[in-house]
């Protein structure tokens, strides 16, 4: 499988500079919640009158499964310029 990488070193743009940024995002019981309810398939108005039951049974397993409540992990945005070499 090709990478962007791959692809553009063999187009005119093939002086590639790419940078990584990370940072750690931490999310509390609500905050996951909140999350998984921004879904299409898990939306307050697909879940309707199943909302309270769901959030209830969300937040039981959510602690179950970490009692102190908080989940953390890292994104990482790469960003990549492509340049046509000089002259």
């Given amino acids: ?9 063999t187009l005119p743009f093939s002086e590639l500079e790419s940078a990584l940024y990370e940072h750690r995002v931490t999310y509390d019981v609500d905050a996951v919640i909140g ?6 398939y898990s939306a307050p108005a697909r879940l309707g009158d199943r909302l309270e039951p769901f959030k209830e049974a969300a937040r039981k397993a959510l602690l179950d499964l ?3 409540g908080t989940w ?6 790469e960003v990549l310029i492509a340049r046509r070499p000089a002259g």
């Fill in 35 to 40: 999350l998984q309810l921004s879904y299409s």
């Fill in 72 to 77: 953390e992990y890292t994104v990482a945005t």
């Fill in 1 to 9: 499988m090709s990478t962007p990488h791959d692809v553009l070193v």
């Fill in 66 to 68: 970490d009692p102190a």
